[in-house]
């Protein structure tokens, strides 16, 4: 697939950024705000990815990694309750926390605990049909913030096109199909797909969402920020 355009927008100002410009716009105003309002308090600027799609959060030192992954759940992931981790890559002991066992740091471990500036995590949400997301410590500021987590920007919906026509945005996958060829469809051939494969009449359709996991496991979208969680306008 060829790389799609993705941008999002600055929770700030409202203005509109590349992927890559995003987080330099985001750091110009919290290090503008850091330095207005001082504080003790550690506040974590995270990017979160899967390919073309991002998250910007900005997260209060004291947020537990278990109010993080509720946060990716809600936003970007929540099928049916299946395990999911945290994992510091490079880190000597390299171990996973969450899930079924803890090891040293805690799914209810403050995140000023463990996080330093620079970090990458590897998030897996299931570990049957995972997906992975990859998380990275953009800086950490000394600024009182709300508690938990706060959405900074995120992709708006990508502009993915019907695999076959090629035309109109596709708004529905073949998650039986997808595993084979190309299985993301506009509603007209969507209604052609229909007549030649039986499970996407049956159980297969899967709404198109602004998520990396939608076609996988029906997953149908998330419950937070719902407005931009649908397809792409043309
Ligand atoms: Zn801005
Ligand atoms: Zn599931
Ligand atoms: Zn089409
Ligand atoms: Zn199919």
Same mark, same amino acid.
């Given at each position: 697939m060829t790389r799609l355009q993705s941008e999002g927008k600055c929770i700030f100002c409202n203005e509109t950024f590349s992927d890559k410009g995003i987080g330099r716009h985001l750091t110009t105003h919290l290090k503008k705000m850091e330095k207005e309002q001082p504080s003790s308090n550690q506040a974590f600027h995270l990017k979160v990815s899967a390919g073309e799609m991002f998250l910007h959060l900005l997260v209060d030192g004291n947020t537990k990694f278990r109010e993080i992954d509720g946060f990716l759940r809600a936003i970007w992931l929540e099928c049916c309750g299946h395990? $999911? $981790?945290?994992?510091? +890559?490079k880190k000597r002991y390299n171990i996973r926390w969450g899930g079924g066992g803890d090891f040293g740091e805690k799914m209810s471990s403050k995140i000023s605990t463990v996080l330093e +500036?620079?970090?990458? *995590?590897?998030? %897996?949400?299931?570990?049957?049909?995972?997906t992975p997301l990859d998380? /990275?410590?953009?800086?950490?500021?000394?600024? /009182?913030? /709300? /508690?938990?987590?706060?959405?900074?920007? %995120?992709?708006? &919906?990508? &502009?993915?096109? !019907?695999?076959?026509? +090629?035309?109109? &945005?596709?708004?529905?996958?073949?998650? *039986? !199909? *997808?595993?084979?060829?190309a299985s993301m469809f506009c509603e007209d051939c969507a209604k052609k797909h229909e007549q030649t494969c039986p499970d996407f009449e049956d159980y297969a359709a899967s709404d198109v969402v602004n998520s990396p996991r939608m076609g996988v496991c029906g997953y149908e979208g998330g419950t937070i920020d719902t407005e931009r969680d649908g397809v792409w306008k043309k």
């Open positions: 395990l $999911s $981790s945290f994992q510091i +890559k +500036k620079g970090m990458q *995590i590897d998030y %897996r949400y299931d570990f049957g049909s995972t998380i /990275k410590v953009v800086n950490v500021y000394s600024l /009182k913030v /709300k /508690k938990g987590v706060t959405l900074l920007s %995120r992709n708006e &919906p990508l &502009p993915i096109l !019907c695999d076959i026509c +090629k035309q109109e &945005p596709a708004v529905v996958i073949c998650s *039986i !199909c *997808i595993y084979e060829e």
